[in-house]
């Protein structure tokens, strides 16, 4: 089983009043979380580990192993399962690990139920990268090849092509024959320890884990009624036939006349991969070795096979080499296509500096990087976070478009990169010099994060409840003639307005102007509320009024929220309501 996602099967068993509780407060925050019903704790929990994707055991963790340990198989397909305590104290991953989610499920179900988690996978403890938790499938020695990677044995990087890998340990480590990546890794003696990363079929031996990285992209055309078998084994024998590994496909692709097809969704089912469609004038435009004009009259491309295989997900080409040109059964067409691995540019919000404030995709992301690229003062706050090995490139102040450039330089070198940024990187911050950079050899992964405004708006209040804009007072970028328009036209249009870089010891008269235009259509009691390190320490609320604010209370690090004309103050909180009219 792979990672759990939200829509996963989560039974709850309980067998005593206060593990009821805890697993009510479980089921209450997750809609795919049920309690197991049974008539003893053991049955319940027998009937979850058939019936459901992981399991949280609210017992004794003896008493689970001793129910469970006749039930075991294989850990690739077993549930995961999470052992809560009675008082709710502590998470423990028992089973499913990195692999099977076990060890994300603790950290989860012990957040909800303020419990700590317990993680004693070997990897996870020490900071590691599991080798199955790197997205993609990886076979052979794992345990060894792990074993190896803890006990900080060389062990042999081995690529096919430059995939953006996580940061690995040291030991881990390419030779300097293979940095450019290999013709075929199978000519790669197994001397000591090896970890491959290929499509390509590799004999096994008890040294050698092969990571599947996602780079096969299976074309498929096929008549009306196609049926699934003719379309598996057709496209098994032919991976076969080319030494590649179905476990390399990426997805399978066709035109979208076939989106509904049955026999080819059921083969992508059953391989795991997702089933992409193109528009036949899309696929029309790809140059193939062996068009059809019998196609071409069909479903209006001259190949449907060879061109889906030679296109990516979001329908970009140029990047592929066609291994296996378009073969027949009676009903079915496949192609497949090997595609050139893209660097991994992750653009992280890091939110308002609180690390609670901080989502989980932005943790995982940071994980994931080999290099992260950000300013030193938020490198800093992350530091705890980064995977062992992982490079980092630091810089101070004012060096922002330095920073982008780096970021995008990394990425397009086919390296996995997080470039950070405080609140959401989109907003004032990283994602817009990155992206004017980078081009189609980077995949691109946005992470929204936590805005100060919005952090700020929280503090306040409900000061965003209704119509507001985000607006910069820094004219180092933008002219102040163009921001002196730009608050005209919100004080007109009566939006709370939120203040970003509102004052420095260089830029001291700009938050005046902004409030001095805001008071000629708003009233002097118009709220206003200015938070300085919203979640840091020396975290500061003030409210104060159009008429009494003293701009020396505002600096670089406050973000200022002004009230539209509806705006009130209720019990000391800024309330902006949802309705036009105020609500007595």
Not at 103 to 128: I, K, M, Q, S, Y
Request: aromatic share 4%; hydrophobic share 50%; proline share 7%.
């Amino acid at each position: 089983m792979h990672h759990l996602t939200s829509h996963a099967r989560i039974g709850l068993v309980a067998a005593t009043a206060a593990g009821r509780r805890h697993a009510r407060t479980v089921a209450a925050a997750w809609p795919h979380a049920r309690l197991v019903p049974g008539e003893n704790f053991a049955d319940a929990l027998r009937t979850a580990w058939s019936d459901c994707d992981a399991v949280i055991a609210f017992l004794a963790t003896g008493a689970v192993v001793r129910i469970l340990a006749p039930l075991l198989g294989d850990k690739r397909t077993d549930p995961a399962v999470v052992v809560v305590d009675e008082a709710a104290r502590h998470a423990v991953a028992l089973l499913g690990g990195h692999a099977g989610g076990g060890n994300a499920l603790a950290e989860a179900v012990g957040a909800l139920v303020d419990a700590r988690p317990v993680v004693t996978t070997a990897t996870d403890a020490v900071g590691l990268p599991g080798l199955d938790t790197l997205g993609w499938p990886v076979e052979g020695a794992v345990a060894a090849v792990s074993r190896a990677v803890l006990d900080g044995e060389p062990v042999r990087l081995v690529a096919d092509a430059d995939w953006p890998l996580p940061a690995l340990p040291p030991n881990v480590r390419p030779s300097a024959a293979d940095v450019a990546g290999v013709a075929d890794v199978a000519d790669v003696a197994p001397a000591g320890y090896r970890l491959l990363v290929t499509d390509r079929l590799v004999p096994p031996d008890d040294r050698t884990a092969v990571l599947r990285p996602p780079s096969l992209v299976a074309g498929v055309g096929a008549s009306r009624g196609v049926p699934a078998d003719e379309v598996r084994e057709l496209l098994h024998r032919e991976l076969t036939s080319a030494g590649l590994s179905p476990a390399s496909l990426r997805c399978l692709a066709s035109v979208d006349v076939k989106a509904d097809e049955a026999g080819i969704v059921a083969t992508a089912d059953a391989l795991g991969v997702p089933l992409v469609t193109h528009p036949a004038v899309t696929l029309a435009a790809v140059d193939v070795p062996h068009p059809s004009e019998v196609v071409r009259a069909a479903v209006g491309t001259p190949s449907v096979a060879e061109a889906a295989a030679l296109l990516d997900v979001d329908g970009r080409s140029g990047d592929a080499e066609l291994l296996v040109p378009k073969t027949a059964s009676a009903m079915a067409t496949v192609a497949v296509a090997r595609h050139t691995p893209r660097g991994r540019l992750a653009v992280v919000g890091l939110g308002p500096g609180a690390a609670d404030l901080r989502t989980p995709r932005a943790v995982a992301e940071l994980r994931r990087a080999a290099v992260v690229v950000g300013l030193d003062q938020y490198v800093d706050q992350v530091r705890g976070v980064l995977r062992p090995g992982t490079r980092v490139l630091a810089s101070g102040l004012g060096a922002e478009e330095a920073r982008a450039r780096a970021a995008v330089a990394e990425a397009a070198a086919g390296r996995a990169v997080a470039l950070i940024g405080s609140g959401d990187a989109g907003v004032y911050a990283m994602a817009s010099p990155a992206l004017e950079y980078a081009d189609e050899r980077i995949d691109v992964v946005g992470v929204p994060g936590v805005t100060a405004a919005l952090a700020a708006g929280a503090l306040l209040g409900a000061p965003l409840g209704h119509d507001h804009a985000y607006l910069s007072l820094s004219d180092l970028h933008t002219p102040w003639k163009v921001i002196e328009r730009r608050v005209t036209a919100v004080a007109e249009g009566d939006f709370v307005a939120l203040f970003y870089n509102p004052r420095s010891r260089a830029r001291d008269w700009q938050l005046g102007r902004a409030l001095a235009i805001l008071a000629a259509h708003r009233s002097p009691d118009t709220p206003v509320g200015v938070v300085r390190n919203a979640s840091r320490a020396g975290e500061r609320v003030h409210l104060a009024t159009l008429a009494t604010l003293d701009p020396q209370v505002v600096d670089m690090f406050s973000v200022v929220v002004v009230g539209s004309s509806d705006t009130r103050l209720v019990a000391g909180r800024m309330v902006t309501p949802r309705g036009y009219r105020w609500r007595s």
